[in-house]
């Protein structure tokens, strides 16, 4: 097997078409649907993030595959960096500048990449990061530049064909409207979503994800988990210690929040030390897990106040609700969690609790 460092990558590119032939057209409609679909969604006004997990999701509409990843640069940071992460997919080595080296094989080539195992050991060693014997690697255009890459990966040998190559080469073409306009407007909207005091996302920037999690949800027929947390006993640390202590605390309370989310989750400051965290495709199983992770953390941590002696312990409570089975609409699914939450904290705080349990203890009360 090739080994050296030379690896002309334009043995890997195909040359998709100028138009989709009538024999794809007919036997590949399905595929065809997620085009037209993207067409008609490139006027309307959605963030980068969504944007590319719609990208995604459309393509999985057009060829089945076991994992996936999204490069894309980010313009305030002025590098490429990871934005969408589906399956497992181990963090492979990144080049000096951003992505890894499928991304800037596909920059190169400003073409779609179909690899295989057994063709050269570079390719080896990114596809084993992934678990994969196959790829397909489709350069996401920005006025004609390449900014993104979306990989798809198959742990079978052969498992994409020049047709699923031509369809994705098609649709990222078609999402090149959507993509610049959302490109062009991150640095504005992460600024504008951006929560001063903590670093978080705003509330507002929250109940766009989840008007965006709950359609994703609905049309994939699957559940999601939102978590309420709110910092126990935080009134009185402010009116004792003063509104400089409290800011301190929401900040390191955050770090503890972020600290092992997956790029998909979303984190934001719901108002004073109150705090929402979006949990996509996570059961109320999974949802318990993470929770009680963070209440853990939060309990164990050791907060530095400044102009204080020692240090300060703090404990959180988190509701929990899940969308599908709770709830069926965004409002009450967030009345479901808050509900959760309440009760939470009356019951003692420093716990985590469902609203189906809640629902459950509720009902045995009753009879």
Known sequence: MPSGPELDTAQFTVQPRGELTPEILGKRWRSVQAILRMATITGSQMQLSPALNLICDLAAMITSFDSACVYFW??????????????????????????????????????????????????DSELAAAGAKSALVVPLFVKGRVLGSLQLFCEKAEGFTEEDAQLLWTLALVSENLLTREQANEGLLRFAFTDYLTGLRTRGYFEQQLDLEVKRSDRRNEQFSLLMVDIDHFKALNDNHGHQVGDSVLRQVTSLLVKDMREVDTVARYGGEEFVIILPEATEEEAVSVAQRIRKAVQSADFQIEGLDGHEKLTISIGIAVYGRDADCRQKLIECADAALYAAKSRGRNQVLTYSRLLASERKEVS
Not at 98 to 110: C, K, R
């Open 74 to 123: 980010n313009e305030p940071q002025e590098k490429t960096e990871l934005r969408l992460r589906r399956g497992h997919i181990d963090d492979g080595p990144q080049v000096p500048w951003g992505g890894n080296l499928l991304h800037f094989w596909v920059t190169q080539q400003a073409r779609p990449l179909m690899l295989e195992t057994g063709r050269h050991a570079k390719v």
